[in-house]
């Protein structure tokens, strides 16, 4: 089968964390439509996601803003906080991309930024960025 333009993700698991149920769904269709990843694991909140990168090994994490109990910017210096994790690529996302809020998250130690409303050559672009500056790409 020839390569698809976007196939960064194949054979990666990817953590998507969103409170959103709709946009949990939207996000993972995304992910799914640009490679074949082993795994796609979703996360309600910033709690459900740490559990998750306790149990099992994750590629690539895709990371809301806005979550509660535990907020994106929480869930990422978490990650950041923890040695076997710090290494993981981050790719935050908000409705809210304004410079400061930008600049928290990049501060908390996302990789990349997207805004919402999310666009399907933007997001392949970001995650083929996140997953290829690793090594990850395979």
């Given amino acids: ?62 990371v809301d803003w806005r979550m509660e109990p535990v907020n994106g910017i929480d869930l990422v210096r978490a990650i950041r906080a923890e040695e076997q994790s710090r290494r993981l690529p981050v790719i935050m996302m908000s409705g809210y991309a304004d410079p400061q809020r930008v600049a928290a998250m990049r501060d908390a130690g996302a990789d990349h930024v997207l805004a919402k409303p999310l666009g399907l050559r933007n997001f392949a672009a970001t995650l083929a960025a996140a997953t290829e500056g690793r090594g990850l790409v395979r």
């Fill in 1 to 62: 089968m020839p390569n698809r333009p976007y196939d960064c993700l194949d054979g990666l698991t990817v953590l998507v964390a969103d409170d959103n149920p709709h946009m949990r769904k939207l996000v993972t269709t995304l992910v799914t439509s640009l490679g074949r990843p082993a795994r796609v694991e979703e996360a309600c909140c910033g709690e459900t996601a740490l559990g998750i990168l306790g149990r099992r090994q994750v590629d690539v994490a895709i």
